[in-house]
């Protein structure tokens, strides 16, 4: 069947239009709206129970940000304690007794912590897992609602990207980092409520930073949020051309196009990482205002705080109190900045997530709207119907065309390539509205009735059969399901419908020979199966046996049923009661067979013309070979990459060892390869992070001298302000340096950042596309689940990179630099308050190593729903005929819910180490305190170098459990650098890279091919031997035709020709030279494919024809190659000509106009060898008699190999090799 997108343009342009309304409802059938997206539109699918479980955790969450600001409160009170200790005032046995009730309420308070940490980041990690999932479904289903041309306009891989990658970010967006804000939130919140409780003059002179803070992060947040949505944009375009090319992986490696695609995904690369770069940078100016910010608050407080101690107004209490609080509610304001990526990264996200979900569908297959007939007898008519497909409103495809189908009658379209009769197939189908008159069944608009109701009691098979990589037995019921009851009770039988089904198709005895029957699993798009498995009338890649016994059967299948054959095969359509003739969208004849023949009109000559082509003296080739058992994958299908696998291979085995003993080693050095050219900028960042570290540090040394002055008696006043004034003058000029180094740090990561995601994207798409094809035929490297890599595993490795690399430097330094300025200080309070960080070290560590495991088994899992979703996208038009939207919606649900369960149990563990770490600060305080207040009681300390040893202390401690709240990001960051280890340690054992090979076709390559008693078995398969001691020979120059039944083998000499793949023994020579021996990039230029079923990418027409021949092509061999696949005379008469963009896998073209530009593809590279598998089955008789001319010259002095059907395609053949079961049974001439 012609699978026709554009027929030949008509004179009449849309410009020429007047109605306004035509364009706008053109533009309906393609347009997404903008959805504006808030952060609160995130939660747009929580439950009633998810809002609640959120209510409740919100509430754990403020209840543990509140608790950390009874700090200042506590160490107010101490630091008045501190103050009486003398025999006068206060009894050492009181001190102690005191002493020690505050340090157990530290205690308590940090189990509270815990606790309320622990509930918070559980629910909402749960609750961002199930709302992930509803989006996943909500997105899956939108897709699959939508009309034909939002695809065409599109493009699914586009569309199908969005599922792993742009769900991804809204889930890092809604689950614990906004637990973590709200913390933080009700932390700052806390301070400020004590501070303004405690002494509220200081609190709000202090509160005046919050402004410039607030101001600052607002405007930076828009510009992340602009950023990040353009910089996700650009990648979804990315991700479309990765999931198109590596879709077609077969045509690439024959084409030896890799460098080519490599180079248009790097140019997308480009732009994804420009716009990420602002974004990053955005982040680093933001962090390094809002933490100086804080800086200064502490010079403000504690030189205001001065003033009012020396005026009698407070005391140094209240002062250290209000400080202290200010102190934690900024660096905890402070930890949020670097989280806000997420959040922008989430809304940027959900915003084209939504558009595709709030967009009304103008046909839509789960609307109830539109009548249900009682019944149907299927009178189709088409009155006066003018189409134009929305993504080319330049050309009118139908005009006017008035046709008649009778009901319970077979009708049969035929007409040239490009003509319109798909068109026929699409309308009635309603894939497309007419943009003018009806299309009428039973005398009722189709338009007014139920759409899934309708298309159940249709059935389409069209020429590009899509199988999904389910069971066969699947495959096949989902064009059983909805059949209306039949009154016999076997007909109930699903089971039964099905093998009636198969037999009917002419497959009942080819799947139950094979070893599952029924029950094999087919590979991604079906291409584990030979051309014979198509089921019902599309006979144009079955053998002449095949073809003959499933014609008669639909012809038995057909009575009482109203049935329409779209055909370029006049002998499949001769006893059809009703023929339609189309040219150029418009109906030129209708009849009978023998109606049209008396014509002598259109119909008449073409018949003749194909008759005499194909029965010259009343034979056909045909082989009586019995169907092989020995069922091959589907090679003809050369741009389809089966993806199943029915025995595990050794090799994988070995991967999995191999990405066990992976070390953390090699796993750090393979994430820094990908910015070794940057290493300068590197240590630039590392320098001043180190630098930046030690702000801190220096920060609380600076406190606790400021403390120190405003300790003094009143009788010291002046002294005491002086003092004050130069420790706070201090703090600023140190807040000073400090936004200067957290500016070139956060500047040099970002850039670092971009460039390593874009070198790890680039570097595994290249490594991706150049292994072996066996590779692409397992079940867990699907289409999907490979651009999910591209797309999840890669942004995953900044988790180590950018402002979280930032951070974790700078971390690592104040920690390091608060323990030794703490040990130089007091060096025993320093001991005991550093002898807690292993255990905090230890439980951040353990929550890195399980986030890891949970991260990997998460990955598996989305890895396949993702790979399910991108079949079932790539398939919508197939999903859209069966009416099968809701059965594929249900089993992508049933797959994202198992995850949802296995998720949970592993958030539940998780969060134990999470927790322990956010409040293990408090038992480090509380044993500072005791223990520093007994020192401070013996005389051993002074209260500065007791508050200069606290102050570090409490920046070490709190800045390390700051890290690890980057431990969900880190842990998906090692587990993707074991993913990225793995696939770029497997090496392909044929290499197609330039220069793979010493040794080199020879320049004066003749073609003679030989193929020396090869045995051969696919690798997924190794049970099913495909070839069995095949052996033949193609002399210079020399036209074969290889025959025989479905299945036998054909095809798979193609492969091994175009070394896809190598035999397991015997050779295959050129020019006597065995081809392993020969660099594969240059033998492969040697040859050229054309394919029953060609392969279009996206692009222009130039593009795909020049596809393997670079841009200095000259136009006038585009133009001789086009002539002589007869495809000239229709790009000319396209407004754009070479320039015209074809669409989404050449969506725009119809079937037989993405043949003929295959045909000029192949003939422009000038090949040594013509490999031509079925290459004009999609045409027309006319433009067949004149294609095969053209190959017949093209062939001249070149050796020339075919598989076909059809005698009119070999009967010139220099010789026929006759296949069965894997080995010549026959050879000779016609």
């Known amino acids: 069947m012609d699978s026709n997108k554009t027929a030949q343009a008509t004179d009449e342009p849309i410009s020429s239009i007047e109605d306004a309304s035509l364009e706008k409802t053109l533009k309906l059938q393609i347009e997404t709206p903008n959805i504006a997206v808030g952060f609160k539109d995130l939660f747009r699918y929580a439950t009633l129970k998810d809002l609640l479980i959120l209510s409740f955790c919100t509430v754990a969450a403020i209840a543990a940000g509140a608790i950390l600001p009874c700090f200042p409160l506590l160490f107010g009170d101490m630091a008045g304690l501190f103050q009486s200790i003398s025999p006068q005032e206060m009894p050492r046995s009181e001190f102690d007794r005191i002493l020690t009730q505050k340090s157990l309420t530290l205690v308590y308070l940090g189990i509270g912590a815990y606790v309320a940490t622990y509930i918070s980041t559980v629910g909402f990690m749960g609750v961002g897992e199930r709302l992930t999932r509803r989006i996943r479904q909500q997105y899956f289903r939108a897709l699959l609602r939508q009309n034909m041309a939002f695809f065409d306009n599109i493009g699914p891989g586009m569309l199908s990207s969005r599922i792993s990658l742009d769900c991804q970010n809204i889930q890092e967006g809604v689950s ?56 996700m944009a650009n990648y979804s375009i990315a991700g479309g ?54 800086f200064m608050s502490h010079a403000l407080t504690f030189w205001t705080g001065s003033i009012f101690i020396g005026r009698g107004e407070a005391s140094l209490s209240d002062v250290i109190t209000v400080a202290f609080a200010i102190l934690i509610g900024s660096h905890v304001l402070g930890g949020i900045a670097p989280h806000i990526p997420a959040f922008a990264g989430a809304v940027a996200a959900a915003s084209k997530v939504y558009s595709v979900i709030d967009r009304e569908s103008p046909l839509d297959p789960t609307s109830e709207e539109g009548a249900k007939l009682d019944q149907i007898s299927g009178c189709i008519n088409f009155v006066n119907v003018k189409h134009i497909y929305p993504a080319r409103p330049q050309q009118v495809i139908m005009d006017g065309v008035n046709l008649h189908i009778p009901a319970g009658k077979t009708t049969a379209i035929v007409g040239p390539s490009g003509s319109g009769k798909s068109t026929v197939i699409s309308l009635i189908e309603r894939f497309y509205s007419p943009i003018g008159g009806q299309v009428v069944c039973d005398g009722q608009d189709i338009s007014t009735i139920n759409l899934r109701w309708f298309r159940q009691k249709l059935a389409l098979v069209a020429q590009e059969p899509v199988l999904f990589g389910v069971s066969i037995f699947d495959n096949i019921a989902m064009g059983t399901l909805d059949i209306p009851d039949q009154g016999e009770e076997k007909i109930q039988s699903l089971e039964f419908r099905v093998h009636e089904a198969a037999k009917q198709a002419n497959a009942h005895n080819f799947i139950t020979n094979l070893p599952k029957g029924y029950d094999t699993k087919l590979g991604e798009g079906g291409s584990q199966l030979s051309g014979v498995l198509l089921l019902d009338e599309a006979t144009s890649a079955l053998d002449s046996e095949s073809e003959q016994s499933v014609k008669e059967s639909i012809q038995s299948a057909s009575v009482g049923r109203t049935t329409i054959v779209v055909s370029h095969r006049f002998s499949t359509i001769t006893y059809a009661d009703n023929i339609i003739v189309f040219s150029e969208g418009r109906v030129v004849e209708q009849g009978t067979h023998s109606e049209l023949q008396s014509l002598n009109g259109v119909y008449s000559k073409l018949f003749e013309a194909q008759q005499l082509e194909e029965h010259p003296s009343g034979h056909e080739v045909n082989s009586t ?16 990459a089966g993806n199943n696998t029915e025995i595990v291979p050794l090799d994988q085995e070995d991967q999995k060892v191999q990405d066990a003993k992976t070390s953390l080693w090699s796993l750090v050095s393979l994430t820094a390869s990908f910015n070794r050219p940057e290493a300068k900028l590197l240590v630039i960042g590392l320098t001043f992070s180190i630098l930046a570290g030690c702000g801190g540090p220096t920060l609380a040394f600076l406190l606790a001298k400021a403390i ?23 703090m600023f000029v140190v807040g000073l340096i400090h936004v200067f180094n957290l500016t070139i740090q956060g500047v040099s990561f970002a850039i670092c950042s971009g460039r390593l995601i874009y070198r790890a994207r680039s570097t595994l798409f290249r490594s991706t596309i150049k292994k072996d094809v066996s590779f692409f035929d397992r079940d867990e490297n699907k289409t999907g689940a490979l651009t999910s890599l591209l797309g999840v595993e890669a942004k995953s490795l900044s988790g180590v990179s950018g402002s979280t690399l930032g951070t974790i430097f700078m971390s690592c330094t104040t920690l390091v630099a608060s323990m030794a300025i703490a040990l130089a200080i007091g060096w025993k309070v320093a001991l005991v308050c550093i002898s807690t960080i292993p255990v905090l070290l230890g439980c951040g560590f353990y929550r890195v190593w399980m986030i890891a495991k949970f991260a990997q088994r998460s990955h598996e899992a989305h890895k396949q729903s993702s790979a399910y979703a991108s079949e079932a996208v790539m398939s919508a038009r197939t999903i859209a005929a069966l009416a099968t939207e809701e059965q594929f919606v249900h089993h992508y649900e049933q797959q994202l819910k198992i995850q949802e369960r296995k998720s949970f149990v592993s958030i539940l563990k998780s969060s134990i180490p999470y927790a322990a770490s956010q409040s293990f600060a408090f038992f480090c305080v509380a044993l500072a305190f005791w223990y520093g207040g007994q020192r401070i009681a013996d005389g051993e300390y002074s209260i500065f170098q007791f508050f200069a040893c606290f102050a570090e202390i409490i920046f070490g401690s709190q800045v390390a459990g700051l890290v690890f709240s980057f431990a969900t990001d880190i842990g998906k960051a090692n587990k993707a650098a074991r993913t990225f280890h793995t696939m770029l340690q497997k090496t392909p054992t044929i290499d197609g890279s330039e220069g793979d090979s010493t040794a080199h076709l020879s320049e004066k390559c003749e073609g003679k091919i030989e193929f020396e008693n090869i045995h051969f078995t696919y690798p997924n398969r190794p049970g099913h031997p495909i070839l069995n001691g095949l052996s033949f020979a193609v002399q210079l120059g020399e036209h074969i035709a290889l025959v025989g039944s479905s299945g036998c083998g054909k095809s798979t000499c193609f492969s091994l020709l175009e070394r896809l793949y190598d035999p397991n023994s015997g050779t295959v020579k050129i020019d006597g030279q065995d081809i392993r021996e020969i660099d594969v990039a240059e033998y492969r230029r040697a040859l050229a494919y054309v394919s029953q079923e060609p392969t279009i990418y996206s692009g222009t027409i130039r593009d795909n024809i020049t596809l393997d021949c670079g841009p200095g092509e000259t136009d006038e061999a585009i133009i001789q190659a086009c002539k002589d696949a007869n495809i000239y005379d229709f790009i000319c008469s396209l407004p754009d000509g070479l320039a015209t963009t074809v669409g989404n896998r050449g969506v725009m073209l119809s079937g037989g106009q993405k043949q003929r530009i295959a045909i000029a593809r192949a003939l422009i590279r000038n090949p040594r060898v013509l490999l031509l598998d079925e290459a004009t089955s999609a045409l027309d008789s006319a433009s067949e008699k004149l294609v095969q001319d053209a190959l017949e010259k093209a062939s001249r002095g070149r050796t020339t190999i075919s598989v076909a059907h059809r005698l009119s395609f070999v009967r010139n053949a220099d010789k026929i090799y006759v296949i069965e079961n894997g080995k010549v049974v026959e050879s000779g001439t016609h």
């Open 176 to 231: 614990e980092k906004v637990a973590f804000v709200i913390t933080a939130l009700a932390t700052l919140i806390s301070a400020y409520v004590i501070g303004f409780i405690k002494y509220w003059k200081l609190t709000l002179v202090a509160s005046s930073i919050l402004v410039g803070i607030i101001v600052t992060s607002t405007v930076c947040t828009r510009f992340i949020i602009k950023y990040q949505g353009k910089s």
């Open 241 to 294: 051309l990765a999931e198109e090319v590596i879709s077609s992986i077969r045509t690439v490696k024959a084409l030896g196009v890799r460098e080519v695609f490599s180079s248009r995904f790097e140019s997308h690369l480009i732009s994804v990482e420009t716009w990420g770069r602002k974004a990053q940078i955005c982040v680093a100016v933001l962090i390094a205002i809002v933490t100086t910010m804080t």
């Open 625 to 640: 070979a019995p169907e092989s058992a020995q069922d091959e994958p589907l090679p003809h299908r050369m741009d389809k």
């Open 708 to 730: 120190n002055e405003l300790s003094k008696p009143e009788t010291m006043v002046s002294s005491m302000r002086e003092g004050a004034n130069f420790w706070c003058l201090m």
